[in-house]
């Protein structure tokens, strides 16, 4: 009989990335450490620790292993001139953007305690963004060939003289990017909800070069400013769902 999981939620607030990214590192590391040192027992007798983070990040670009720095538009000056901060990162995808408004979720799993499959894990990621916008009434859906989800056709919102052609755009509101070692995640996803796009004219967003795609928002979508904190109340609930997991609210430290 498979063990019902224990998920410790942390809300990181607003965080830069360098911190968040040491945090999630080190968490990743405890899981590795616990896992190889317990290589010999059965794992119905000893728990595994597995943490879903949130957080909101100050203006940065990341460029996943597999990304082309070409796909990054400004200098290293102009970077600076707009308080914009780069990482190259060990993640999968390209080139993506992290900022005011958008929250980003770093879930760190053992997936040996879950499934072995990244293709799924992915593919559970992307499900949970997708029942979160379906209780904003968006029906989002997948790709082929492309990582993230995405949403199509008019806007749900009362929107004066909209842009006919953004609207009959495919537009990405999630971008997923993830790593693993040892069957242990790292990494996950940017989930666009009150972010202010111009930041994505300055890169070749995931690297997709397609006329007939382009990026978005919750609020765009919806045409008016939403309650993070509400959306994160979704994304809890949903992967706890999606992951036949307990996602727990107690603070659990390493």
């Not at 082309?68 to 390209?94: K, V, W």
């Not at 293709?119 to 997708?130: D, M």
């Amino acid at each position: 009989m498979k063990i019902m999981q224990t998920t410790y939620f942390q809300d990181l607030g607003q965080m830069d990335y360098q911190t968040a990214w040491d945090y999630q590192t080190a968490l990743h590391r405890s899981l590795v450490e616990r896992k190889m040192g317990a290589r010999d027992i059965p794992l119905s007798d000893w728990v595994q620790k597995h943490y879903l983070l949130l957080v909101e990040h100050p203006p940065v670009y990341t460029l996943g292993k597999s990304g082309s720095i070409d796909h990054l538009l400004l200098t290293e000056a102009q970077l600076q001139e707009r308080g914009i901060q780069y990482f190259p990162i060990n993640r999968g995808g390209d080139i993506t953007f992290h900022g005011p408004g958008q929250i980003v979720g770093y879930p760190i799993l053992d997936l040996d305690r879950f499934f072995n499959d990244v293709h799924r894990y992915v593919r559970n990621i992307e499900e949970v963004i997708i029942r979160v916008l379906a209780e904003y009434g968006i029906e989002a859906y997948r790709i082929k060939d492309y990582t993230g989800v995405w949403v199509q056709g008019a806007p749900k919102g009362n929107i004066a003289n909209p842009d006919a052609d953004f609207w009959k755009k495919q537009r990405k509101i999630c971008a997923i990017g993830v790593h693993l070692s040892r069957w242990v995640t790292l990494h996950g996803w940017a989930f666009n909800i009150n972010t202010p796009l111009e930041y994505f004219e300055y890169i070749v967003p995931c690297g997709i070069v397609d006329p007939d795609k382009t990026v978005t928002t919750l609020a765009i979508e919806l045409n008016k400013t939403i309650d993070l904190s509400e959306v994160k109340h979704h994304i809890k609930h949903h992967f706890s769902a999606v992951f036949e997991c307990v996602v727990s609210e107690q603070t659990e430290n390493l």
